[in-house]
């Protein structure tokens, strides 16, 4: 079946970076878009952008541009999702989902990687 | 960017009724809307896509309509599984957004 396994829980200090995987299985990897959504507790989901596995090309949220990068490896079949310059409003559950190839809805997601920014 | 509004945030529905939920865009995103699922600790889940067609695997009980900036799901006869955070995103335009979530909760 198709699955997304996403790294474990991560504790980093205001101004660090955190690098969470996404490793996907059942399906071709390069056929589909992999996006990154991330909620704080509480709150609502947030998209954070997208990253095509084949070509690599990858389009952020203005949010987190310069902040953020989207990137895989064809090899493992994974994904990352790597933010720097962390404050503590970075604290949250960050997600993968697989995108539909011809629409931007997401199914499945990753199970969620709880970052937790605190000094 | 398009904004998403839920209502009501939270909904109190005893197993066994209707629950309605509502999502309005600030502008038109056509049928592009989807409904996920989130139940405590877990991932969302995809319940419809194109404001209309329920997923894989999604019981009959779930239904969406709508089109343009009013979107409702209707749940038609709560199970206990059902109780969970529903939200609505739009993907006819960049970037991607997402409502704020309904909650369902037993009555």
């Known amino acids: 079946q198709v699955q997304l396994v996403q790294s474990g829980a991560e504790v980093k200090k205001p101004g660090a970076s955190v690098k969470v995987s996404c490793k996907a299985s059942g399906y071709t990897f390069t056929s589909c878009d992999i996006d990154w959504v991330r909620q704080a507790t509480g709150q609502g989901l947030e998209w954070m952008g997208w990253m095509n596995p084949n070509s690599g090309n990858t389009a952020y949220a203005q949010k987190f541009q310069g902040r953020v990068t989207m990137t895989r490896d064809t090899s493992t079949n994974t994904a990352y999702m790597e933010l720097s310059s962390l404050t503590s409003d970075d604290t949250a559950i960050y997600y993968c989902a697989r995108a539909n190839p011809t629409e931007n809805r997401f199914d499945p997601w990753g199970q969620g990687t709880l970052v937790t920014v605190s000094s | 960017e398009i904004v998403m509004t839920q209502s009501p945030a939270t909904l109190s529905v005893s197993p066994g009724e209707r629950a309605t939920l509502s999502c309005r865009a600030s502008?038109?995103?056509?049928?592009?809307l989807a409904w996920y699922q989130q139940k405590p600790g877990q991932a969302p889940r995809l319940l419809i896509h194109g404001a209309s067609t329920r997923a894989t695997g999604i019981p009959a009980r779930f239904s969406g309509s709508g089109s343009g900036t009013d979107f409702t799901l209707t749940i038609s006869s709560l199970q206990s599984e059902d109780f969970a955070v529903y939200s609505c995103q739009q993907y006819n335009a960049w970037p991607l957004t997402f409502g704020g979530g309904t909650k369902v909760e037993i009555k």
């Open positions: 502008q038109s995103v056509s049928t592009k």
